[in-house]
């Protein structure tokens, strides 16, 4: 079963558009991490953000915020007011702690594939 | 710049043949990890190296096989390839691997093609 689920293969918007991008995980362990991570068209993997599973704090870094739901194991991005230089692939990944698992060891989503249009 | 170093950026080669992926951690960093990503099976995790040991194994195929050096770089070998091989291959590294280290920061990658 996948650990992670991006169920948004692709979302396409217009800039200046409000876009979310969903992530469900599962596991059983009580000691995890959630990350997200952003590809562009150059192939490179972008960290973008990390949550331990202790901290259910929303989190908000200029134009991208991201809601974390133990009750419905999701962790959610959203990107307010989208611009062209947004369009990328976007993963959600898993590392599992409670049996001294690798912090490094990421299981990832699919991705979502994000276009914004000008 | 992530500070991980990824070497080739591209490689081209044919099946049965063997290659061999480099990578340079980021300065201090004493974990390496593999991963692969593929349209079939997307990001996978490969093997992580800690500190010149095998840490922890993914899904890595019997034909690869990887090693990390004194000065921590990273090599991973790939042999006997077949078409599906094709992908590209990330290289990431870490503080040391454990748990409660800084999130693991990624190269650019290496675009493996079997023709």
């Known amino acids: 079963a996948q650990k992670v689920t991006q169920a948004q293969t692709e979302i396409s918007v217009v800039e200046k558009e409000d876009v979310t991008l969903d992530c469900v995980y599962e596991?059983?362990?009580?000691?995890?991490?959630l990350f997200w991570y952003k590809q562009p068209p150059s192939g490179e993997l972008v960290f973008l953000i990390r949550?331990?599973?202790?901290?259910?704090q929303n989190e908000i870094s200029g134009r991208y915020s991201w809601n974390f739901q133990k009750s419905t194991s999701s962790f959610n991005f959203t990107i307010t007011a989208s611009q062209v230089v947004d369009s990328a692939v976007y993963f959600c990944?898993?590392?599992?702690?409670?049996?001294?698992?690798?912090?490094?060891?990421?299981?990832f989503g699919r991705g979502t594939q994000l276009t914004v249009w000008p | 710049d992530s500070g991980v170093t990824q070497t080739p950026k591209h490689l081209i080669t044919a099946t049965g043949q063997r290659v061999t992926l480099r990578c340079s951690p980021r300065?201090?960093?004493?974990?390496v990890y593999w991963y692969q990503q593929s349209l079939d099976q997307g990001l996978q995790f490969l093997i992580q190296?800690?500190?010149?040991?095998?840490?922890a194994k993914g899904n890595i195929l019997e034909r690869f096989s990887a090693q990390q050096f004194p000065d921590l770089h990273s090599e991973l070998n790939l042999s006997s390839l077949e078409l599906g091989d094709s992908a590209l291959y990330f290289c990431?590294?870490?503080?040391?691997?454990?748990?409660?280290?800084?999130?693991?920061?990624f190269g650019n990658g290496t675009r493996l093609t079997v023709t």
């Open positions: 596991t059983r362990d009580t000691t995890y991490y």
């Open positions: 190296y800690y500190n010149g040991e095998e840490r």
């Open positions: 949550r331990n599973s202790f901290d259910e």
């Open positions: 990431a590294s870490s503080a040391t691997g454990d748990y409660y280290n800084s999130p693991l920061h």
């Open positions: 990944a898993l590392s599992e702690g409670d049996r001294g698992s690798t912090l490094g060891r990421l299981y």
């Open positions: 300065s201090g960093d004493l974990s």
